[in-house]
């Protein structure tokens, strides 16, 4: 019916089982689902790493650790008797197919917003019925994890109340927001308390953000190019530094500087 690659699942489900058996490997038998957050996390930013590099073979090889993740919370929920990979895939598809009555069903979405708008419409009507939000209860930003980072987590939050219309008519407003922000961490950081300081500094930070979400830019990807960028840059005046025969350590911060703009030009 459609163009989809044979992919067979089971010889993986084989070797974690094996992996995981009395006769198998001691570390792995010994992880749990907390115990294998961490990685889960570490991997999730090895895919991203490899997506951003363009490298079809790194990107093969991060995607399968972040499956294998996936096997091996599954594998040990089985051997607890709660549930399987089976459930997993299963509960998937029907997923999918739910959150696409544009698709497989009698719905109609014209373009990817009112596609998100009814994603969430349709999760938070799952969650009403499922008893996990009662109903006329909870908060529309209920299904933000709080497990995202900080920055994507500030977008998220943003973006659900601004479906309710909750924000400005225009950016204007978050610009004038962030003047107002970044005013009150100015008066923090001349005398105020850390504490107050980092409260004002976050506020400035999701100011920001907002602005961003604005302009349709991902903060989050933002934020990791500025870094990719210095880490350029830097290298550049490590480079250089070498070849001039000189240690950074010894270096002033002007010498330093003229070598930082020589990597921006």
């Not at 399968?64 to 599954?74: I, K, T, Y």
């Not at 549930?83 to 698709?103: A, C, N, T, W």
């Not at 994507?152 to 659900?160: C, H, K, L």
């Amino acid at each position: 019916m459609y163009n989809t690659p044979r992919a067979e699942l089971q010889p993986l489900l084989d070797v974690m089982a094996r992996l995981r058996s009395p006769e198998g490997c001691p570390w792995d038998r010994q992880q749990t689902h907390a115990s294998l957050k961490r990685y889960l996390l570490e991997e999730t930013y090895e895919l991203l790493d490899a997506i951003d590099a363009g490298d079809d073979r790194a990107l093969v090889e991060e995607l399968g650790d972040v499956l294998l993740q996936v096997v091996f919370h599954a594998q040990i929920a089985f051997e607890e008797g709660r549930f399987s990979m089976d459930d997993v895939v299963r509960g998937l598809v029907h997923k999918l197919i739910r959150r696409h009555p544009h698709v497989f069903g009698d719905a109609s979405a014209n373009d990817a917003a009112a596609v998100a708008r009814q994603w969430e419409e349709i999760k938070r009507r799952e969650k009403a019925e499922q008893g996990s939000i009662p109903a006329g209860t909870g908060s529309i930003l209920d299904s933000v994890s709080r497990h995202l980072p900080a920055l994507m987590e500030a977008e998220r939050v943003q973006a659900r109340a601004a479906e309710v219309g909750f924000q400005w008519d225009n950016v204007e407003g978050a610009w004038e927001k962030v003047a107002e922000e970044l005013a009150e961490v100015r008066a923090a950081g001349a005398g105020g308390s850390p504490d107050r300081f980092e409260e004002e500094w976050g506020d400035l930070l999701f100011a920001l953000v907002n602005v961003a979400r604005y302009a349709g830019i991902d903060p989050e990807q933002a934020l990791r190019r500025a870094s990719g960028k210095f880490r350029r840059r830097f290298r550049h005046i490590e480079t250089r530094a070498r070849e001039l025969g000189k240690r950074l350590e010894d270096m002033t911060l002007a010498e330093m500087d003229a070598l930082w703009e020589e990597a921006k030009r």
